[in-house]
């Protein structure tokens, strides 16, 4: 019998927090609703033939993901982001954002997306109440594109004219770098975000579970501030401008506005972490590279109250370490970004 939220927490909203043992608020969830794509980029899954998604069974409701948020909220979580897989490949979308946006303490809903659904769906989502959405987009040559995710290229460049349109801005994009893949194609990507009026973040290969070998394809962001095509329209030698968030960004020469970077391998940037992690098959995981998680769809299908579920996310972030380790030597299935969710 679920215990309502009033008698649980006697205290009065906000004043409980999620503080782990380095001081660190953690109020942000990243919620992953899937672990199914329509694209297969090998850096986010593990090889196409190892990879099995979860029976539907197993992946959360929405009416558990809206409970989970809800006792999170009142831990202080106010900034949710949606992901995958591919969020938009969930059906029914747009509800599950709309029952997020009505819960009391949540003021930021974001989502990451790769697009190829955004032109139907944009408004919905908006209308449901999205706020911004980041897209990856990891080369601008269709036949790269195809090779990299299986997947055409254009639907994704409408997808961001569609998110544009809808007023899901500021768009940024994300692009994986990968060297011998899309490493040289740095300038363009610039040029096109400059174009389209968003913000560019490249961001380093980092080594999880996935179908690519990152020893070959890893490079810094140190390697590409070198390249002359970069230092053409990058300010390489202005100071790294932090934000709340995982990049720093450098300002483009002429006014054209900035380009992030984040550097999960050369520059770690856990002092400032907020995040906590959902992932589709209801695993919470304090740190992205880490391996434990704790499971609470289990816990809820057990009859598990509000106040549990509370404690777990205490544990949680009492489990969260000071800086995540990227142990190359873990083969744990559960380590690929398409099952957490980035
Ligand atoms: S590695 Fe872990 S602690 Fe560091 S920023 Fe990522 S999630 Fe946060």
Redesign the pocket.
């Known amino acids: 019998m679920h215990e309502s939220p009033l008698t649980f927490f006697k205290e009065p909203l906000r004043s409980a927090s999620l503080v782990d043992r380095f001081d660190r608020q953690l109020n942000y969830l990243r919620i992953s609703v899937t672990d199914r794509c329509n694209m297969r980029c090998d850096y986010c899954r593990p090889a196409a033939d190892a990879y099995q998604a979860e029976p539907r069974s197993q992946l959360l409701s929405f009416a558990e993901i809206e409970r989970i948020v809800r006792v999170a909220a009142r831990l202080g979580v106010n900034k949710l982001r949606i992901t995958g897989g591919e969020p938009l490949v969930r059906k029914g979308l747009s509800e599950l954002i709309a029952s997020l946006a009505r819960i009391e303490g949540i003021s930021d809903i974001a989502m990451t997306s790769n697009a190829t659904l955004l032109f139907k769906e944009a408004k919905a989502l908006v209308d449901a109440g999205l706020h911004r959405v980041n897209i990856s987009l990891d080369s601008l040559n269709p036949l790269h594109f195809r090779t990299l995710t299986g997947a055409e290229l254009s639907p994704v460049l409408a997808g961001i004219q569609a998110a544009k349109e809808a007023g899901l801005t500021p768009i940024k994009l994300n692009t994986v770098l990968m060297r011998g893949i899309n490493d040289d194609e740095v300038a363009s990507l610039i040029d096109f975000a400059v174009a389209h009026d968003a913000t560019i973040r490249f961001i380093e290969l980092m080594p999880m579970k996935q179908g690519m070998d990152w020893d070959k394809h890893y490079i810094s962001i140190e390697d590409i501030l070198q390249r002359e095509d970069v230092q053409q329209r990058v300010q390489v030698d202005a100071p790294l401008l932090t934000s709340n968030t ?1 990049a720093r960004y450098l300002p483009l020469k002429e006014g054209k506005g900035s380009v992030g970077f984040i550097m ?1 391998m050369s520059s ?3 002092d400032g ?1 907020n ?1 906590l992690r959902l992932t589709s098959d209801g695993g919470l995981r304090s ?4 391996d434990e998680q704790l499971n609470l769809r289990d816990l809820m299908r057990r009859g598990g109250t509000d106040k549990a579920i509370a404690d777990v996310f205490l544990r949680s972030a009492m489990l ?2 000071e ?2 380790v990227y142990d190359f030597s873990s083969d744990n299935e559960k380590r690929s970004m398409i099952h957490i969710g980035g």
């Not at 740190?287 to 880490?290: D, I, K, T």
């Open positions: 995982a999960p770690r940037f856990c972490c995040r740190c992205l590279p880490a969260k370490p800086i995540g």
